[in-house]
């Protein structure tokens, strides 16, 4: 039994809409048996490496789980069952899992919902494991594994801070995704789009973060502003402690300049050897020292949100109480066992640890680590009230004065902070600061959020809704338009008309094809860009307004789409190509995959819907959206019953373009005016048009806005490379294009058939991975389309030999019956230069290319010699 590959779904997919999370795991069984019953003491195996667990209540489920092992289910049931609850048990929810069958004996699917990446991932795999220890009657040692889970998910998930801002985004709609460094999260799309960093966001000062960065600079600009500070200096040598003594006065606290998380601090210090040993714990964390006045009061953190006051936490420091039997240290072990202090982001409070600042508090005390303290009495093993050293927080939000809330939305405009959180010393902050002892001890960015939303006794504070009202003040403005197209063929050249069409209307618009991602037309990558990726890099471009972009189905099957939703989904056919690749065996599973897209438009936005496709036209019946189609035929039933009830669509009328929508109609352009239909010879471009035609009008666009994105159009290498892409020679023209499977074939060869008493040259090929069938399919389509074939290789065999796609090639060419002169050249470029250079008048040769760039480049150093005259035609 092995995992043959592992893929992890990040957006809506193929397996499933609505459960963006998924990993997909295809398990060989070998030569196992499949169920549980048929495999020697499969339950009383299982039951064992069960009993081993190191927490009895986690495995509530197990009784059930056995009993159906017993009875029989199928191994990989088991691994699905066992790699949500091993998930489970480390406390991330896995509440959708699914086995599918494959067209191979013994292989199937295993589709499991995560919470973490790397925990599913690892918990599928530990999964198999626990399923070969039992079949080969061997040892796991599943706390080790439960451990392990545990450590993956405290280094990959996220902090509780951020888990719940996350939350609330999913809560609002906002989708977000990682920037481009780890702890960078980016909320909404393109323009619109905001980030966060830990609680600073993308408006956050950078001048408030290097101000508060600096401990005493703080304090001086709070000091000029007549805001209450502790009075302090600062220091940088053990020498200097006489001189800050004498000019701050007992009692003292000492802390690091730029520290963070209270580490380094001491307070309350009377004498100088209390000092001096401070110093050299505050020296462990910064350069410089600051040794300020000790003020006596509660510590208070209050929470600002785009200026506003919105929370506030009393933080008590970390305390034991002596039972009159267990010493200091068995003390703190007893308050750190308690599971709110476990070493886990989802917890607010954090253990106690002894370190060099508790051993100096218990000897001024006069005590040890081995000291038993009465019963009842109550020593504070931390001077500072900072919840990461163990301080409890308790919420005082009602209890704050109006004048101290006002005091703290001051501060921070003062230091120009959007959030920040202010620690300060008050008697009690339910009286005016001015009336009471109240000093500032320090401004932060970034501040901590979990004691607001977890505070030990009252009420719980929604800061993370108020970070998120900050970024997003109104509804959907995080949002930008996004067109998504997929389809068989056609996707790259209706993306490439669409972006065309939204750049003639304003807009800055990013796209992404099988060429490359583009914004604004200026290449930004080159490649094979239509899966998720590059999606969302240009969904996480802050210059584009508007995304375009092409959904290829291998991306789809690969890890899903990069966008929750769209607003308008194109699909422009379903035909032959890719089958028998990643289990898509036949159209129909081709179709559900290119659904995929059409499944994602928002209630209001369209789906663009081919009518003359029987499979795609069928899409519409499992939609949540309008829908609008399109078809060749102006008498299409299909048409016309979706005009009669009010439907919209687009369809070819006496040569005109025409827009139903109900009873209005709408002329668009003379197909023949419209330069990428070749004066409407090409018919697969007419088709082609028709969809970005429809995307325009159910975007919103005027139709003059329509006519002219079609009119300045112009199919060439730069515009749409590689699709009908011609090169004037004198006396011949040469036809590059990227069909690739039989309905290309076959829409090229309609085009081609326009051009009478030509000699026609077509240089072919086939990919590797598709069924010999299909190969054999592309050999006689072309015998019949040209007087004369060479066949090429592609770079990228996928899985094959050479001579066998030749041999398909030519298997499928002596089909056709028809006497055809073919050449075997293997590299394209070459293929290219002898078919040019052997060219006859009035010739058009046609390349079936693969390698784009180089086809074109090949053909244009070829126009270059034509001009100098460096070879005879």
Not at 69 to 74: A, D, I
Not at 686 to 703: A, C, E, I, K, R
Request: charged share 25%; aromatic share 8%.
């Amino acid at each position: 039994m092995k995992v043959i590959s592992t893929k992890v779904m990040r957006g809506p997919n193929y397996w499933s809409i609505s459960n963006e999370n998924l990993i997909v795991s295809k398990l060989d069984l070998e030569t196992i048996h499949s169920h549980t019953n048929k495999i020697k003491d499969f339950e009383r195996k299982m039951a064992k490496i069960l009993v081993s667990k190191a927490n009895e209540k986690d495995f509530e489920f197990e009784n059930d789980f056995l009993r159906s092992l017993k009875s029989g289910t199928t191994i990989p049931n088991v691994v699905e069952y066992l790699a949500r609850e091993l998930q489970r048990l480390v406390g991330l929810p896995s509440d959708y899992g699914r086995v599918y069958t494959t067209s191979k004996k013994n292989v199937f699917n295993i589709v499991v919902a995560y919470t973490v990446e790397n925990v599913g991932i690892e918990a599928v795999l530990s999964a198999v494991d626990i399923c070969s220890a039992v079949i080969n009657d061997e040892e796991f040692d599943i706390n080790k594994e439960i451990k392990f889970l545990k450590a993956l998910k405290r280094k990959y998930a996220p902090s509780m801070s951020t888990e719940a801002i996350l939350k609330e985004a999913d809560i609002r709609g906002i989708p977000y995704t990682k920037g481009f460094y780890s702890r960078e999260t980016v909320f909404g799309y393109g323009v619109n789009q905001k980030k966060i960093n830990g609680v600073l966001t993308s408006s956050t000062s950078f001048m408030g973060v290097d101000v508060t960065g600096d401990k005493d600079l703080t304090k001086m600009v709070l000091e000029k502003a007549k805001i209450p500070v502790s009075f302090g200096v600062i220091i940088e040598f053990e020498d200097e402690v006489d001189y800050a003594i004498n000019k701050v006065g007992f009692p003292i606290v000492v802390k690091p300049l730029d520290g963070n998380h209270g580490k380094g601090i001491s307070l309350n210090l009377n004498t100088k050897n209390q000092v001096i040993d401070a110093y050299h714990i505050a020296k462990e964390v910064a350069q410089d020292i600051i040794v300020e006045k000790f003020i006596k009061g509660f510590d208070y953190r209050l929470l600002v949100i785009n200026y506003k006051f919105s929370a506030a936490t009393k933080r008590i420091a970390a305390s034991i109480t002596g039972d009159g039997l267990s010493t200091i240290k068995e003390l703190i072990s007893d308050v750190n066992s308690d599971p709110a202090r476990a070493v886990n982001e989802g917890n607010v409070l954090t253990p106690i640890q002894i370190d060099e600042v508790t051993m100096n508090i218990l000897k001024k005390k006069g005590l040890t680590l081995q000291s038993v303290l009465k019963r009842g009495e109550i020593v504070y093993v931390k001077e500072i009230a900072n919840v990461s050293a163990g301080a409890v927080p308790y919420d005082v939000t009602d209890e704050i004065h109006p004048h101290n809330r006002f005091l703290a939305e001051r501060i921070a405009r003062i230091v120009g902070l959007d959030i920040c959180g202010i620690d300060l010393i008050s008697p009690d902050l339910s009286v005016p600061f001015y009336q009471n002892n109240t000093a500032i001890l320090e401004v932060n960015a970034s501040p901590g959020i979990k004691m607001h939303l977890m505070p030990s006794m009252g009420k719980s504070r929604n800061v993370v809704g108020a970070i998120m009202d900050m970024m997003f003040p109104s509804e959907k403005q995080f949002k930008i338009p996004i067109a998504a197209i997929t389809g068989t063929n056609g996707k790259t050249t209706v993306t490439r008309m669409i972006a065309h069409l939204v750049k003639v209307a304003g807009y800055n618009v990013g796209y992404t094809t099988t060429e490359g991602i583009y914004i604004n037309d200026v290449i930004i990558s080159k490649g094979d860009c239509s899966g998720p990726a590059s999606s969302q890099l240009i969904l996480t471009d802050p210059n584009v307004e508007f995304a375009v972009l092409e959904c290829a189905r291998g991306g789809i099957l690969r890890s899903g789409l990069a966008f929750n939703n769209c607003d308008v989904g194109v699909v422009t056919n379903i035909t032959e190509d890719h089958l028998g690749v990643d289990d898509i065996e036949t159209l129909e599973d081709l179709a559900q995959v290119k659904a995929v897209v059409a499944r994602t438009v928002v209630s209001t936005g369209y789906a663009v819907l081919n009518a003359d496709d029987d499979l795609v036209f069928e899409m519409a019946e499992n939609l949540n959206c309008k829908v609008a189609l399109f078809s060749m035929d102006p008498e299409s039933k299909r048409i016309k019953d979706h005009v009669s009830k009010n439907g919209v669509a687009a369809v070819v009328e006496n040569g005109v373009i025409v827009v139903y929508n109900g009873d209005l109609k709408m002329q668009i352009e003379e197909v023949n005016d419209i330069p990428a239909t070749f004066g409407g010879k090409a018919e697969f471009m007419v088709q082609n048009t028709l969809p970005v035609v429809l995307f325009g009008y159910v975007s919103g666009f005027d139709t003059d806005i329509i006519k002219n994105a079609l009119m300045s159009f112009y199919p060439s290498p730069d515009k749409t490379p590689g699709r009908m892409n011609f090169f004037k020679f004198n006396e011949f023209e040469v036809l590059v294009d990227y069909a690739h499977n039989p309905a290309g074939i076959d829409a090229i060869g309609k085009f081609v058939n326009n051009y009478t008493g030509v000699f026609k040259t077509g240089i072919i090929a086939a990919p590797g991975d598709r069924p010999d069938a299909q190969i054999i399919s592309i050999g006689e389509k072309t015998a019949h389309i040209f007087d004369e074939i060479i066949i090429r290789s592609d770079k990228n065999l996928r899985g094959r030999q050479e001579k066998e796609i030749h041999d398909l090639l030519l298997e499928g060419i002596r089909k056709s019956k028809k006497k055809v002169p073919v050449r075997i050249i293997s590299s394209e470029s070459e293929a290219i230069k002898y078919a040019v250079e052997n060219a006859r008048k009035k010739q058009l040769i046609t390349v079936f290319t693969e390698s784009i760039d180089d086809s074109i480049q090949t053909l244009k150093q070829l126009q270059e010699k034509e001009l100098v005259g460096e070879y005879e035609l």
